[in-house]
């Protein structure tokens, strides 16, 4: 059981706000800093083909200026992989990529492209990066993160976000949870440090905090649009705040 679970916060649509008018502001490294402030334990940032939101020049000052581990997600292309191996971030998650889908839609197929990924997680850990691999909580998925030697998955938790949105009592709310839990059961079992992320918000972040072999949850969108009504430093702190609580409950719960 991790006793500290850990945030990373990602940055990206700090970068969606500035580029919207193509000037510095809101520069994505002094967020990167308050949220370091704010309690988060790294920073995540994806530097995306098109460049929509995280630029080059980001990742350079992240890598230059920051405390705290920056996790770089990134697609598996030879343009991402030497931009990762040129910087080495502490982290490096692999994601699937589409140029025109709105988000990371859905998880990296790491059965179906083993032999493409296979070169991908090679050579960043060869470089001494820590490789996540972005999946569906799914058996067959965790079985090739493994035999593809990433010590780590990011387990998708979008579908559990958008069916709670539907409906938080709900079967599909309660089963997406349930598949999650399951999946990061076998992570452990398996040797896998299991992280979860994407969509998650104050409503839904409890319960997958209190899933035990959870170590890291990445979280972004909603930090950032929060901020506009409470400021950054403050969406932070509450989401530390709700991850904290949930973890400490589920324990006590156990030991009772
Ligand atoms: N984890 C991964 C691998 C992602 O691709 C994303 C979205 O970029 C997130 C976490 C964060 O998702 P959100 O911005 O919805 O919190």
Redesign the pocket.
Known sequence: MNRHLRL?V?I??VATIRNARGGLHPDPVRAARLAAAAGADGI?A?LREDRRHISDSDIERLTAELDIPLNL?MAATEEMLDIALRHRPHAA?I?PERREER??EGGLDAAGGHNHLQHFVSSLREAGSRV?L?IEADGEQLRAAVSLGAPVV?L???AY?EAFLEDPEGERTKQCLEQLRQAAEQAAELGLEC??????TFDTVGAVAAIPTIAEL???????GEAIFGGFDSSIRRMRALMDKARAEAGSARSA
Do not use: P, Y
């Open positions: 990373g990602n990206d649509h995540t994806h997600e998650c994601v988000t990371t996540s972005f990011e998708h938790t979008g976000c992280h979860a992320g994407h969509g998650l990445n979280i972004g969108h909603f930090l950032v």
